[in-house]
Structures are given as C-alpha cells and as structure tokens.
C-alpha cells in the first residue's frame, strides 16, 4: 500500500497540483458516491490510500463540516456546507447557463418553443429559453410570469410538492380561468397533478391559451429536490396530442440531461 501512495504522490506532483488538496477531493468525490455512508477501510482501499493518510485527511473535513461520521455505523458521509456550497452556486443565471444548452437540443429534436421555469409563490417563471424552426413561434419573453395551474411547467412544479403542501396551494390559490379549458375546479387540478406524479409528465392542453399546447418535466437538484422544469410549446394544429406523447419521451431525457448537469444523481 505504501508503494501505492508512492505512485499516486509522483503522479500529482507531474500534474503540478498539491497532493493533499487532491486526495481531499478525491475523498469527498469517492464519500458523495455512496448515499449510504462509507467506512475508512473502503474509502481507503477504493482511493488506493494507506488507513492512516485517509483517515487524518477525513478527519479534518470533519472537523471543517465538510464530512460527517455516522454514530451508529462510523461510516462517512457529506457534511451540509458541501450543500450550502453547491446551493449558492446555483442562482438564476447559473441555471439558465446550465439550461440553455439542454434547451437548444430540445428545439432542434422537437421543432418547437423550449424554456425552462421556476416557481415563484403560485406562478411559474420563465427564466430561459430557445425558439424552435417551425413557421409559428411563441413570443413570450424571459422573465413572464404565468399562473401554474394552468402551465404544463407550473403543474409539473405543483406535482413535486409535498401532499400537506399542495393542498394548502388549493385553499389559497385563485384557479382562474385563462381559457375555455383552464382547470378551475380543486378536484380536477388534484387529479391532474395526481397523475403528473405518476407519470413524470404534465400537459396542458389549451389551458393557458386556448390554441397552444404545452409538456413539461420536473428537473432536480443534487439533492434530489424539484428545483424547475423543463419543456414545450407549440400550437394545436402542429402539437396533436399523439405528437405530444411522441414528445414526451424527449421532455423527460431533456429533465434528467439538465439534472445531472445541476447535480442530480444518475
């Protein structure tokens, strides 16, 4: 083992970094793999380190927070500055950075309006987003703020809210009828965003504008939290519900392509 760390510490030090500081973060990167924990004996073994360095190393990340050990099984996990870290990177212009790319694709593969939003309160706002090449295109701009009960990006936002939540949502929220199909009845929004969850995809079918249809997905965060969604626009003549379900499958890879991107576990 130690000729193991012999060979680790000349292959650092021909990159020119500093030993410790990459060990460190290998350790945290080796430590975030594994949900469940991990013991000294598997980190080090997994990292090709002697017990004794990794030890003092992950000692010192708990020390810092970075690092947590488990009472019951000593075993290693991430600390929550980790998450603060990463939190704080992650503001609007971070995520439409993130975003912008994954939405270019969506366009190209769909033909038509991709964005991403956010929620804010009981609205949705779109903080990004890339025309498609079809002949119409929708002229919201960046930064609209819609209703989410009548968005396909809102109800896929509602549907990732704790049950005691959503329902609170119900009580406050004004369902105001945007179009002949806007969803204005509690019981009707709570079985649309029933089978959102199980599904994974929300549509809303002329319900903000009653010759535009829409799809979107949840999009997650490191922690595994809905943090926006991800999806289409078009209208009616070109989005048939058949094209819609064709598209779905492109919505939903296009929520898990921005999720790892921002983090999320694969």
Known sequence: MADDDATL?????????????????????????????????????????????????????????????????????????????ASACLDDIELTTL????????????????????????????????????????????????????????????????????ERYLTQAKLIALSPKTITDPAWLRRDIERIREDGIAFDDGELDAEIRCLAAAVHDFTGAVIGAIGISGPLWRLSLPVLQRHSEAVKNAATTLSHAIGAPA
């Open 99 to 166: 975003a912008t790319p994954v939405l270019e694709t969506l366009s190209e593969a769909t033909g038509e309006t991709a964005h991403f939003g956010v929620r804010s309160g009981g609205e949705v706002v779109v903080v990004a987003k890339t025309p498609g090449a079809g002949a119409f295109q929708l002229t919201d701009r960046v930064g609209v703020v819609r209703p989410a009960h009548a968005t396909a990006l809102g109800k896929a936002l509602l549907a990732a809210l704790p049950p005691a939540q959503f």
């Open 9 to 85: 510490a000349e292959a650092k030090t021909e990159r020119g970094g500093i030993q410790s500081i990459e060990r460190a973060f290998a350790i945290l990167e080796e430590i975030a793999r594994h949900r469940a924990g991990i013991s000294l004996a598997e980190l080090s073994k997994r990292l090709g380190l002697h017990n004794s360095t990794t030890f003092h190393l992950v000692q010192t990340m708990v020390g810092l927070g970075y690092v947590r050990q488990m009472r019951d099984s000593r075993r290693y996990r991430i600390g929550r500055p980790i998450f603060a870290l």
